[in-house]
């Protein structure tokens, strides 16, 4: 009786450790929140979360303990004005424009005023963070978070997450640059940092960007960290027709998927086990009205992908009790 209760305590303590990757994507992210929802209602514990640009958000939220429910509440009390800071004043575009157009021509242009780094701020959203973090570093965040972002100065990957893993981690992967010493906040802000479009996030001495650029779903991290069974959130790169690409800032983001559909294809086959591909669509960052479609196409991909998702775990759960009973045998 004895023998099979100090089994049963051990198989308790070895559950598999489950980690969920949430890519980038734009307003399109919010289908991370449909995808939650749905692995929330099967009972699933995450135990490990890494996040890109939008992921980050919804990961962070999730990190904190905000239930799907609360981020949909959440979506629609905020608006537009509520986040986005935008440079409108006409000498400062004016200013931004020459700058541009000198630089294009190869031009010495340090004549010129110094302007913004991006058509948006950012310091509206950042303070929005603040508020839903409440002001939270990562040296006192409980749960395993994994925000990524990009120094555009170096190229490297820059990852924020707790303590104990950025040292675990800048050991394995010295490529990287790990660290904890940063608001949940300021992490998040510099992730969702689209280049040309907001303005970049100063760290200590590096000038970051959003992470997608190096690493738009990390599910690597999370498998480094040890995570047993992986469950990426793969939003894609959506074909768009030729008319909808008409401003700067769908030009830009066009690119960036472009540019980083190859790598993270590349990167899941190699690191996920399960890869969630919700089917949103094309999204503008404006296209509020789309959110609760998204959300939708998460829960959609999320139900399809649960029978693979069950299957595994009950696989990893039959070789972790046959290891056990035969280290009791």
């Known amino acids: 009786m004895e023998m099979a209760t100090e089994i049963k305590d051990h198989l308790h303590q070895k559950q598999p450790v489950i980690g969920l990757a949430l890519g980038g994507g734009g307003l399109r992210g919010t289908a991370h929140i449909g995808i939650l929802e749905v692995l929330s209602s099967k009972g699933l514990p995450i135990d490990m979360m890494a996040g890109t640009s939008a992921g980050s958000i919804i990961a962070m939220l999730h990190a904190l303990g905000w239930m799907p429910k609360d981020m949909i509440n959440l979506l629609e009390?905020?608006?537009?004005?509520?986040?986005?800071?935008?440079v409108t004043d006409l000498q400062t575009i004016f200013f931004m424009a020459v700058r541009g157009i000198l630089d294009r021509l190869s031009l010495p242009h340090r004549w010129l005023p110094p302007t913004p780094l991006g058509l948006v701020r950012g310091k509206k959203f950042e303070q929005l963070l603040l508020k839903l973090s409440?002001?939270?570093?990562?040296?006192?965040?409980?749960f395993p978070l994994f925000v990524t972002a990009t120094d555009i100065c170096s190229g490297r990957l820059v990852c924020f997450c707790p303590p104990m893993f950025a040292e675990?981690?800048?050991?394995?992967?010295?490529?990287i640059i790990f660290a904890s010493d940063c608001s949940l906040a300021r992490s998040v802000r510099a992730s969702t940092a689209i280049p040309g479009i907001f303005h970049p996030v100063i760290w200590q001495e590096h000038l970051l960007v959003d992470g997608g650029l190096k690493n738009n779903v990390p599910s690597d991290l999370l498998r480094w960290a040890g995570t047993d069974l992986v469950i990426a959130v793969d939003l894609g790169f959506d074909a768009q027709a030729s008319e909808k690409i008409d401003t700067i800032l769908e030009i830009l983001l066009q690119s960036l998927d472009i540019m980083g559909q190859t790598n993270t294809e590349i990167r899941l086959e190699q690191t996920a086990d399960v890869v969630i591909?919700?089917?949103?669509?094309?999204?503008s960052l404006t296209d509020v009205s789309k959110v609760p479609e998204f959300i939708e196409a998460g829960r959609q991909a999320a139900l399809n992908a649960w029978p693979k998702i069950e299957l595994l775990l009950r696989s990893l759960t039959k070789r972790r009790y046959s290891r056990i009973l035969s280290h009791f045998s």
């Open 134 to 142: 409440n002001n939270q570093p990562f040296n006192q965040l409980g």
């Open 77 to 86: 009390e905020v608006t537009i004005t509520d986040y986005a800071d935008y």
């Open 277 to 283: 591909q919700p089917r949103t669509g094309s999204a």
């Open 168 to 175: 675990q981690l800048s050991v394995k992967r010295p490529g």
